[in-house]
């Protein structure tokens, strides 16, 4: 054995408790085979699994595994993007699908590293908690034999008696928020202890954090809703255009409330390098909470939702739609209504479709539906101008119109798209040319269907609507006071230091009292040197040191903190 291990281990024994317990963290023990028996196995498992590093390895892997979950398509989350990927992935997609790639944070291997990390974090936790409450209640450890061997060190001689140099330093130490007591002939003292409740808080926060987001997960609700001016919405799950949950989700969980859309205002900036850039995107509404809650007037805004308990209402699209009227042969209307229309770029150019599925009756009286194809153009640029918007605000509309006629298709049980027209059952109209007939109208204007067919008009008005998302997160608040708690706790951990101080007087031989401080922290740190350093000053001051034996005459030196006999330096 070399003298630097001697040196070690004998250090080590003349601490003896004065350097234990500086931290709460378990103890890493040598990793061995366990006993023979199921019982040997199951505490060796659960040795490894409640270290810190396999919770540490747990938690990198639950990264890791959250990846494919951004890169790749989600069933719970879009559907036909999954479709889409299948379709065009023939070879990958079944990987995908053995491996639970489309549904990552549901599948099986996601769960086993979840609860796992679960369990590491609940086994780590209990047994620093319990030592820690224990650390609370005991009191610092006595001083050493040796304070020499201890990192930071200082000494002096003074004429004052030892028990009047204890009680300066224990009323100095508690002043200075130490918890400190008289043990022997010294004085023992022990300061932060929020480290390790910092070091707690983080771990407990991350327990927090898993809770909240596997409750989201499964009972979270996210439906979407496309309103026009004037239309109302009832949180319940029959209102909803697009609607999907967590697992655990029952519809009586719907948050009950109900809205208005009363206006919605875009504004866009008309010059510049950022022509036709939204100003003002808001939606004014009309809300309630409850059956029979108060009417409250108020406005989204991009970023700013409506919240009503756990619900948020998120405004995410806008568009156009146009009141079109349809009449029939015998000039009866048979259709009234604004048709939203999607946009299809960032000047709104929007594209949609109008049904017309009962009370129709063509120029001899027979029954029919009609299919319209609608083409708008909020600002119409002119002659050559037709393919796009040539800005995003209502400053020139026009109505393309390519209306058909037979049958929609819709009592064939098979689901259809509002904004898509299925022509397998259709006939076009003519015009005086022969060709498919279509016109552009401004509003106010009508186009007339061939041979007495009827009319449809684009009226004045020009409505708007808005896309709302509806977001329920019931563990939304405990998510944010976890992840507040993990910065604070973290923080706490890694700037606060968990220190010791000892301050040991006695009566030398000749009647002269030495006085011995020493410091130890849990890691090397220049501040428990400097602040030993603060504290022998002031101590100093309290109890002059006493002149050098050996020369009565000498002025008596500061005490300087220097590093401890077989310390590093």
Request: proline residues 6%; neutral net charge; charged residues 25%.
């Amino acid at each position: 054995m070399s003298k630097t291990d001697t040196d070690t281990s004998r250090d080590r024994e003349e601490l003896g408790a004065a350097g234990s317990q500086l931290s709460t963290a378990p103890q890493e023990e040598q990793t061995s085979l366990p006993g023979l028996g199921v019982i040997g196995w199951a505490r060796w498992f659960w040795r490894q699994l409640t270290s810190m590093r396999v919770a540490l390895l747990l938690l990198l892997l639950l990264s890791l595994g959250a990846i494919p979950g951004s890169l790749i398509p989600q069933t719970g989350a879009d559907a036909s993007k999954v479709e889409d990927f299948r379709a065009a992935h023939k070879t990958l997609a079944p990987v995908y699908d053995k491996l639970g790639l489309f549904h990552v944070y549901s599948s099986v291997w996601f769960s086993a590293i979840y609860i796992l990390l679960f369990v590491s974090l609940i086994g780590c936790i209990v047994p620093r908690t319990w030592q820690f409450v224990g650390q609370l209640r005991g009191r610092p450890p006595a001083a050493p034999k040796r304070l020499t061997r201890l990192p930071a060190y200082t000494t002096w001689r003074t004429t004052e008696d030892p028990e009047r140099v204890r009680e300066a330093a224990l009323a100095l130490l508690k002043k200075r928020r130490f918890r400190a007591h008289v043990a022997g002939d010294a004085v023992a003292a022990e300061k932060g202890y929020v480290r390790e409740l910092g070091n707690l808080v983080f771990h407990i926060a991350l327990i927090v954090l898993l809770v909240a987001f596997a409750s989201g997960q499964l009972y979270k609700s996210d439906g979407t809703k496309l309103m026009v001016e004037g239309d109302g919405f009832s949180n319940a799950l029959p209102m909803y255009d697009d609607f999907k949950s967590g697992s655990l989700f029952e519809p009586d969980d719907l948050v009950p409330f109900s809205f208005d859309l009363k206006d919605f205002k875009g504004t866009y900036e008309l010059s510049g390098p950022n022509r036709g850039t939204a100003r003002t995107f808001q939606a004014k509404i009309r809300y309630s909470r409850g059956a029979y809650g108060k009417e409250t007037t108020t406005t989204i805004k991009v970023n700013e939702p409506l919240k009503i308990g756990d619900s948020k209402v998120y405004l995410v699209s806008h568009g156009y739609a146009p009141v079109i009227t349809v009449r029939d042969g015998k000039g009866k209307v048979v259709y009234r209504d604004a048709v939203p229309l999607l946009p299809l770029d960032g000047n709104v150019t929007s594209q949609g479709v109008v049904k017309v599925m009962d009370g129709y009756r063509d120029a001899k009286g027979k029954k029919e539906q009609l299919g319209i194809k609608a083409f708008f153009l909020p600002t119409y640029g002119g002659a050559g101008m037709e393919i796009a918007s040539a800005f995003p605000a209502l400053l020139n509309p026009v109505l393309n119109l390519e209306p058909y006629h037979g049958d929609l298709g819709v009592d064939s049980g098979l689901p259809q798209s509002v904004y898509q027209l299925d022509k397998t059952h259709m006939k076009d109209y003519k015009d005086a040319k022969g060709a498919q007939l279509r016109d552009n109208l401004k509003p106010g204007e009508t186009m007339t269907l061939p041979n007495g067919a009827g009319s449809i008009t684009f009226e004045k008005d020009v409505k708007e609507w808005a896309g709302f998302e509806i977001v329920q997160e019931p563990g939304g608040g405990w998510a944010l006071t976890g992840a507040l708690a993990a910065i604070f706790g973290l923080a706490a951990s890694l700037f606060i230091q968990r220190r010791r101080v000892w301050v040991r007087a006695v009566r030398g031989a000749d009647g002269v009292t030495v006085v011995e401080m020493a410091g130890l922290g849990r890691s090397e740190s220049a501040k428990v040197p400097d602040e030993l350093g603060d504290l022998a000053e002031i101590l100093y001051d309290q109890a002059p040191g006493a002149p050098d034996p050996d020369d009565d005459s000498a002025e008596t030196p500061d005490p300087q903190v220097v590093p401890a006999e077989g310390a590093e330096k």
